[in-house]
């Protein structure tokens, strides 16, 4: 594989893991018995991964009229890696108060 390629795909795959995280967070966390503040914290995460959708949909569509480069990819995925860091990194912060 071309070394620019496989930096390019290193520099994508921790909005894939932070993606799956936040998601196991927010299944787990949501319910009643979590308590007000997880449930908050919960509803945004839940607008966050709407959000992504949307991205992930748009990606597709342009994938399927192949409209869609890797450089391009990287463009639209650079603010939701960003975005997710930050909301896991809140995640951590939540974590460490709640134990």
């Known amino acids: 594989m071309d070394p620019s390629l496989a930096n390019l795909?290193?520099?994508m795959f921790p909005l894939c893991t932070n993606f799956i995280s936040?998601?196991?967070f927010v299944e787990k966390f949501s319910r009643f018995e979590a308590g007000v503040v997880a449930q908050a914290f919960c509803a945004v995460l839940?607008?966050?991964l709407k959000e992504y959708y949307v991205?992930?949909?748009q990606l597709e569509n342009e994938f399927l009229?192949?409209?869609?480069?890797?450089q391009k990819l990287w463009?639209?995925?650079q603010s939701?890696?960003?975005t997710m860091k930050q909301y896991l990194f809140s995640f951590f912060l939540?974590?460490?108060l709640k134990l």
Not at 65 to 70: A, D, F, I, Y
């Open 55 to 57: 991205l992930v949909a």
């Open 94 to 96: 939540f974590m460490k």
């Open 65 to 70: 009229q192949n409209r869609l480069t890797l």
């Open 80 to 82: 939701s890696i960003q």
């Open 46 to 48: 839940k607008e966050l």
């Open 9 to 11: 795909v290193k520099k």
């Open 75 to 77: 463009f639209y995925l």
């Open 22 to 24: 936040i998601s196991k």
